[in-house]
């Protein structure tokens, strides 16, 4: 049996989508809010509405840009190149917290509206220097949220611990590996689909993609 209601932390990306459509098996009811942190694509956001339109569920965007009062990154910021994070430093794309108050705001957001349940596709497996992304700080943050607002709220991470390739089995099994593939937007340079190939974001993307459908042809499924 489904469980009531749900919101979805919704980007328009791979991520986000899947965990959308994921959702919408295991909920009565899915609400998906997005953040407008002034992206440097605001493509995005359109990309977003469109899928949540598409899907056919409510779409809310909450008004993030402070957070550029705090930090200044590549995402946000277009005289700042983006680069890939070493074991010393952060990705460029890093605002210190982000996903922090994302995640909270996003609580918030639920409790007002009489959802139990945030979903967010953070992932720990391709771990990619946001440590707000962590599991443990997940689930202290949970327990945080509740003491705060008195509430017993769930976070759900059901892409925590999957790789690249097994979100996009994921996906597959849900009978949208080309909704996904299609549809979302997870490229640096604003590209959707199959994106630009070069920023490390669809670099990501299409080795799991790979790695999947090879897998998938040498298993002789489906
Ligand atoms: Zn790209």
Redesign the pocket.
Known sequence: MKQDKAVVVFSGGQDSTTCLLWALTQYQEVYTVTFDYGQRHIEEITCAEEIAKELNVPFKVLDMKLINQLAANALTRSDIAVTEGTSEELPSTFVPGRNHLFLSFAAVYAQSIGARHIITGVCETDFSGYPDCRDVFVKALNVSINLAMDSSLEFQTPLMWLNKAETWKMADDLDALDFVRTRTL????G?RGD?????P??VLRQNGLTTYLEEKQGSGAK
């Open positions: 997870t490229c640096y340079e590209i994106g630009c190939g070069k920023c974001s669809c």
